[in-house]
């Protein structure tokens, strides 16, 4: 189990649709395995695969800094079955450090996945569980938080945002 390197706005994995995962062999349970050891060493609350290179529908979640009650969750093969509500929070993302914007999204979200064991769940949640798992859902899809932005906000960052794609 090892952290692996963080990919960084600019690198075209975060733009791809993510392969769904046909089975949880050793590979997948490694993969899942590493992005848990580097979520928690860089205190994020939520990675998805593409996240570290790998264009496949895996992301995990982890509240357990914020709510004692939440621990590490695995969602493979995600589905969002139902959304509701609209919230606006402040949301980062690891693979934009040091960038912090305020984004509306639906407060309430329904998922079906399935856990690294293979079985398949369905859980139905709020608050900052909900803004996570739709957070990192998007990253399977290829979309990431800046294009919820409005065009002033995003002119304003153009800037900040070329560095990052430079850098990386
Ligand atoms: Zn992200």
Redesign the pocket.
Known sequence: MAARPIVIYGDPVLREKAEPVIEIDRETKNLVRDMITTLQEASGL???AP?VGVSRRIFIADLSALDLAESMRVFINPEILETSGEVVLEE?????PGIYQKISRPEHVKVRATDLEGNLFELEVSGMLARVIL??F??LEGK??IDYLSTVSRALMKSKLKKLSAAS
């Open positions: 939520g990675l998805a996240q980062g993302c690891l693979s934009f957070h990192e998007d990253h990431l938080f």
